[in-house]
């Protein structure tokens, strides 16, 4: 079975640190392109950070560049989103989600990261 | 980018057809074939329901259809059926690795 997983969300005071993690499963995770996209409780979808199939292309949100760093093992199939410097507004439920062309068709159950003191 | 802009809110009875708008500009809808279309359940993660502005994937019904004109790309929802309650996001690519969400729109079945 396709799958993504994410894991690594939790409560952080404002300025902290997090790292989340998605582990692919079901399908060959280094041919494909990932993405990180958010969701502020009871907000609608906002696209955070793209990274190639061989990290050669990154793309990052406004709201999070230079904070954020998205990186990905191709080895371990494995997805990963450093979070530096939390804000308030970054709280949200975090989705991984792998492209097929130029659309998301595949979505993690998402892990929820929290930023209050 | 800003993102696009949707109805809050669409409702129709089961058995109608319902649209829902998405508009944007020439630097996202208006620039690229590459409009999807997601349905989201409350508490779930959001299901990819069309692509490349009307390209359905394998399971989706053929009730939901997409189409694009200009700035502006809709979703057609035909033969409305109880399960189709839930909130739907539109997304363009934008260029240079980015894409742009829509603000969402709920969709009730009266």
């Known amino acids: 079975e396709v799958q993504l997983v994410e894991s690594g969300g939790g409560l952080v005071q404002p300025g902290g640190s997090l790292r989340l993690s998605c582990a692919a499963s079901g399908f060959t995770f280094s041919s494909y392109t990932m993405n990180w996209v958010r969701q502020a409780p009871g907000k609608g979808l906002e696209y955070v950070s793209y990274i190639s199939s061989s990290s050669s292309a990154i793309y990052y949100a406004d709201s999070v560049r230079g904070r954020f760093t998205i990186s990905r093992d191709n080895a371990k199939n494995s997805l990963y989103l450093q979070m530096n410097s939390l804000r308030a507004e970054d709280t949200a439920v975090y989705y991984c989600a792998r492209n097929f062309l130029y659309a998301l068709d595949i979505w993690g159950h998402g892990t929820m990261v929290t930023v209050s003191s | 980018q800003s993102a696009l802009t949707q109805p809050r809110s669409v409702s129709g009875s089961p058995g109608q057809s319902v649209t829902i708008s998405c508009t944007g500009t020439s630097s996202d809808v208006g620039g690229y074939n590459y409009v999807s279309w997601y349905q989201q359940h409350p508490g779930k993660a959001p299901k990819l329901m069309i692509y490349?502005?009307?390209k359905r994937p394998s399971g989706v019904p053929d009730r939901f259809s997409g189409s694009k004109s200009d700035n502006t790309a809709s979703l057609t929802i035909s033969g409305l059926q109880a399960e189709d309650e839930a909130d739907y996001y539109c997304c363009s690519y934008a260029g240079s690795f980015s894409w742009v969400f829509g603000g969402g729109t709920r969709l009730t079945v009266l």
């Open positions: 490349d502005v009307s």
